[in-house]
Structures are given as C-alpha cells and as structure tokens.
C-alpha cells in the first residue's frame, strides 16, 4: 500500500509542475499579448508566469528573469523598485493611442467607447502610480 502512495504522490507532484509550466506559457503568451493590447494587462501576466515558472521550472524561470526585453522590468516591479520613466511614457503613449483608433474607427456602440476610455483611464492611473525607477 505504501508504495502506492509513493506513485500517488510523484504523480501528483509531476501533474502539478506540468500545470504550472503550462499556466506560465500561457500566463506569458497573454502578457505579450498584451504588450500590442493596451486591454491585456502584461504586468500581471508576466508577473503571474514568473510564480508558475518559479514554483515549476528553474529553467523557465530563469530565462524570464534573464530576457534582455522584460527580465529587469519582471526583477524591479516584483522587488517594488519601480519601472522607468521611459517605460511609463511608452506604455501611456501606446494605451492612449491604440485606444482611441478603437473608440473612433473601430467602435461604434457609445457604451464600449465608455467603458474603453475608463479602462485606459484606469490603467493610466495605475501605471502613474507605480514607483519610478530612477537609473
């Protein structure tokens, strides 16, 4: 019987890294996504692969942090440093430009329009909120 739950228990831990690698591929996919969306939020995403990978996959994990493109940006917003203020321009530029093609050439219900600008809105805020990070 003992042995038994000795396979129980290497299954379910093998199952459970399966999981979270594909959770984080797909958490990653989103954010980069989200990187030409301004809807897709790519912080949270990127943010919540890293925890897949981390409790998963060291390699994953590792690559993320070590990407040339985010891993600092992933390192400085989960350490609370902050993102730079270039990055914040960037963000806001993008967000405000692709959102407003939306409610004038792509939308035309007047209730998307609105809840379109209260989201940009939003995640304007958000991203001014968060720490500047001074290089």
Do not use: D
Request: proline share 2%; aromatic share 16%; glycine share 6%.
């Amino acid at each position: 019987m003992e042995g038994k739950s000795k396979y129980v228990a290497t299954f379910s831990y093998k199952l459970t890294k399966y999981i979270l690698v594909v959770s984080g591929t797909f958490f990653f996919g989103l954010g980069l996504i989200g990187i030409f969306l301004p809807l897709l939020p790519t912080t949270p995403f990127l943010l919540l692969a890293a925890a897949c990978y981390a409790k998963s996959s060291h390699k994953f994990y590792t690559w993320m942090l070590s990407n040339k493109y985010f891993g600092s940006y992933i390192k400085n917003y989960r350490e609370g440093k902050g993102i730079s203020l270039n990055i914040k321009i960037l963000s806001i530029s993008f967000l405000w430009i692709t959102i407003l093609f939306s409610v004038f050439i792509i939308v035309s219900n007047i209730y998307a329009r609105i809840i379109l600008i209260a989201i940009a809105i939003g995640v304007t805020l958000h991203i001014l909120i968060i720490r500047t990070l001074h290089q």
